[in-house]
């Protein structure tokens, strides 16, 4: 299995509330992303990294915000969490954005 | 905008059946497509990835074929297992870092 862990694994918090959610690899992969995955939505993008401090927008990026200073972390943050971000997001590596993703087991995020 | 269709959403199959689950998408300009499972509780797992050009690809008991034109891919199990109980989804790329993903085929294969 490719190096990916994703932490934390569930989070409960508040609305309004400052999250960081974490996206750590040991593959040096250079293409890095962030989706959540909702029922009967499938899994949408949230933004994605081709390189350290190299990073756009996914057809979901409203309310999120990602920074990557170094190759093996990739940060989402909410920035003041709102009850419709509750979801389960996984972060995705791939060394060539034409080749197979692989996949974090991902992060239970419940906003009350 | 494209979009990515899978149908059914579920699906039962006795132990030992061959099977097909589909996937359908709107624009037919796409870089690849793939398809993952993903285990309850679990991230995706890449199964078969298929390239534009190609028309499929093939892997122990599983083939996935393209068909662009159509807009369709078709992913094929022989010999259904109970392993093999998972969600399958399909994403499509259509520029060079963006998947759009299906919502999945639950499967389940009864022993």
């Known amino acids: 299995d490719a190096g990916i862990t994703q932490s934390p694994r569930h989070k409960v918090t508040e609305t309004g509330t400052p999250v960081t959610l974490r996206c750590h690899q040991t593959?040096?992969?250079?293409?890095m992303y962030w989706y959540r995955q909702d029922p009967g939505h499938g899994l949408r993008l949230i933004h994605y990294s081709y390189g350290v401090k190299d990073t756009d927008k996914g057809e979901v990026s409203d309310g999120y915000s990602v920074s990557r200073s170094k190759t093996e972390d990739f940060l989402l943050t909410l920035e003041s969490a709102t009850s419709s971000q509750t979801s389960v997001y996984f972060c995705a590596i791939t060394p060539d954005p034409a080749g197979p993703q692989h996949f974090g087991d991902g992060t239970r995020l419940s906003i009350l | 905008k494209q979009e990515v269709t899978q149908i059914p959403a579920a699906l039962s199959v006795p132990e030992g059946e061959n099977l097909v689950l589909n996937c359908s998408f709107t624009?037919?300009?796409?870089?690849?497509l793939q398809w993952f499972r993903q285990d309850p509780g679990k991230g995706l797992t890449s199964l078969l990835l298929?390239?534009?050009?190609?028309r499929e690809q093939t892997s122990g008991r599983l083939n996935a074929s393209l068909d662009k034109s159509s807009g369709r891919s078709t992913l094929y199990i022989a010999a259904s297992q109970p392993g093999d109980s998972a969600t399958y989804l399909c994403?499509?790329?259509?520029?060079?870092?963006?998947?759009?993903f299906g919502t999945g085929t639950r499967l389940k294969v009864l022993a």
């Open positions: 624009d037919s300009a796409i870089y690849n």
């Open positions: 994403a499509v790329s259509s520029g060079t870092y963006k998947y759009i």
């Open positions: 298929i390239q534009s050009s190609q």
């Open positions: 593959e040096n992969h250079r293409y």
